[in-house]
């Protein structure tokens, strides 16, 4: 759940949108190094990524999707690198995914 002052990507978000059509639009780069960015960058910080507005996650979730399909996709893609940065995708979504339990269905999103 997002802390009391949400963080938004108002200011950022037209670079990561930029960055993304150039190098999975236009293929102007490996989109591992995307991936890399969105892993290596502060953006992943359990703080920053606790304190995301609703409509940050969201643009957040998707472009970190894209981008791992994208990699996924690719002829050879660095095995060792790309296992890691999954796991570093799969921790940064438990904090971002908003889970319920229902007292009768169990769990859902």
């Known amino acids: 759940m997002p802390g009391r002052n949400p963080a938004s990507l108002q200011h950022s ?5 930029l960055s ?6 236009k293929g102007a780069s490996d989109p591992i190094q995307l991936l890399r960015f969105y892993c290596t ?24 999707a ?11 893609p660095e095995l060792g690198e790309l296992a890691s940065m999954r796991r570093q995708v799969v921790d940064a979504l438990t904090i ?4 319920r339990i229902h007292p009768s269905r169990g769990l859902f999103l």
């Open 13 to 17: 978000r037209p670079y990561l949108e």
């Open 41 to 64: 960058s502060s953006l992943m910080g359990k703080m920053t990524l606790g304190r995301l507005s609703e409509n940050a996650r969201l643009f957040f979730i998707v472009h970190l």
């Open 66 to 76: 894209q981008a791992l399909s994208a990699c996924s996709d690719q002829p050879s």
């Open 96 to 99: 971002i995914l908003p889970v």
């Open 20 to 25: 993304d059509f150039l190098c999975r639009g």
